[in-house]
Nanobody, 124 residues
């Protein structure tokens, strides 16, 4: 059974940092592109960051460029999202995803596997 499990969410104040983790199990994801998305109440799911299967190409949504960093460690099949300088508008449920290709896509419909989400709340 394929599973993606996020962790690391929580409540922080403006300007603080959080590090999200996404552990994969059930199959080897070492060649799969991985992504982070987020969804705030009443809004569509938004691409946050993506990393290629090889780990050498990364992509970021405009609103998080320069503040968030995605990385991966294929040994434990885990992807991370380091979030710095957090703002109230970063408040959302964050989801990790994987797709059966080493190429990152910005659209959520391209991803085959999803985690259950972890809440990030940034207070002002």
């Amino acid at each position: 059974q394929v599973q993606l499990v996020e962790s690391g969410g929580g409540l922080v104040q403006t300007g603080e940092s959080l590090r999200l983790s996404c552990a994969a199990s059930g199959r080897t994801f070492s060649t799969y592109a991985r992504g982070w998305f987020r969804q705030a109440p009443g809004k569509e799911r938004e691409f946050v960051a993506g990393i290629s299967g090889s780990g050498d190409i990364t992509y970021y949504g405009e609103s998080v460029k320069g503040r968030f960093t995605i990385s991966r460690d294929n040994a434990p099949n885990t992807v991370y999202l380091q979030m710095n300088s957090l703002k109230p508008e970063d408040t959302a449920v964050y989801y990790c995803a994987a797709r059966g290709s080493d190429v990152v896509k910005y659209g959520s419909r391209w991803y085959d596997y999803w985690g259950q989400g972890t809440q990030v709340t940034v207070s002002s």
